[in-house]
């Protein structure tokens, strides 16, 4: 039987942080990075469309003002996660004498690429 802290590994380096870094950098940075605007986009674009078969001009210049928001949101996500990297990779490139176990949080972060 394999136990937590085998799973874990604390040796590695990271304090048993690895795969919880792995997560957010392979599941959940990809996700907000690339899913929630093409999301954003395609409601978007459903709405105006929906607004272009009504016929209803009123209707589609609302639609278009929600599609350029949509847009807008869609391209602030994209590179809010874009800015999270790179803070990140500014304080594992911080003064490291001055910071302890500061070359640990980059080399961890550094591993979590792979």
């Not at 959940?28 to 409601?43: A, E, T």
């Not at 949509?70 to 874009?82: G, P, Q």
Request: aromatic share 8%.
């Amino acid at each position: 039987m394999t136990g937590l802290f085998e799973i874990l590994d604390i040796n590695d380096g990271c304090h048993g942080l690895l795969p919880i870094f792995k997560v957010i950098r392979k599941g959940i940075f990809p996700i907000i990075w690339i899913g929630i605007p093409i999301v954003l986009i395609l409601m978007g674009t459903i709405d105006l469309g929906k607004a272009v078969m009504a016929s209803d001009d009123k209707e589609i210049k609302a639609a278009q003002g929600r599609l350029i928001k949509r847009v807008i949101y869609a391209v602030i996500i994209f590179f809010m996660v874009t800015i999270v990297s790179l803070v990140m990779d500014l304080i594992g490139t911080a003064d490291d004498n001055d910071i302890e176990g500061n070359t640990d949080w980059r080399s961890c972060w550094e591993a979590a690429k792979n």
